[in-house]
């Protein structure tokens, strides 16, 4: 599977961004999705989680601001960021783990889109 991220750009603290995942292939409904981000200097974290079934899960820092979520049908998951701070300052990739036919999973990453918020 091919993950692309857009969505990134300049904005001001306390402003909003929506980021978008597009995934290619036709599966997409059964894989599990995540948002990581890491910051300059940073080692990559995850922001938030969406299952196949649609539960949701944030990193305590972006509870509250950040929603995740996902459209099946255009086999795109987004990431809509209110109330931003420069701390949320970072590249932000989307993944997903496939398990292979040998029971290993593998990681699928998207490019990365880069978010920044001036104080």
């Known amino acids: 599977v091919q993950l692309q991220a857009s969505g990134g750009g300049l904005v001001q603290a306390g402003g909003s961004l929506r980021l978008s995942c597009a995934a290619s292939?036709?599966?997409?409904?059964?894989?599990?999705m995540n948002w990581y981000r890491q910051a300059p200097g940073k080692t990559r974290e995850l922001v938030a989680n969406?299952?196949?079934?649609?539960?949701?899960d944030y990193a305590d820092s972006v509870k509250g601001r950040f929603t995740i979520s996902r459209d099946n049908a255009k086999s795109t998951m987004y990431l809509q960021m209110n109330g931003l701070k420069p701390e949320d300052t970072a590249v932000y990739y989307c993944?997903?783990?496939?398990?292979?036919?040998?029971?290993?999973?593998?990681?699928?990453w998207g490019q990365g889109t880069l978010v920044t918020v001036s104080s």
């Open positions: 993944h997903t783990a496939l398990k292979q036919g040998n029971g290993w999973y593998r990681a699928h």
């Open positions: 292939g036709n599966t997409f409904s059964s894989y599990d």
């Open positions: 969406i299952t196949s079934g649609g539960s949701t």
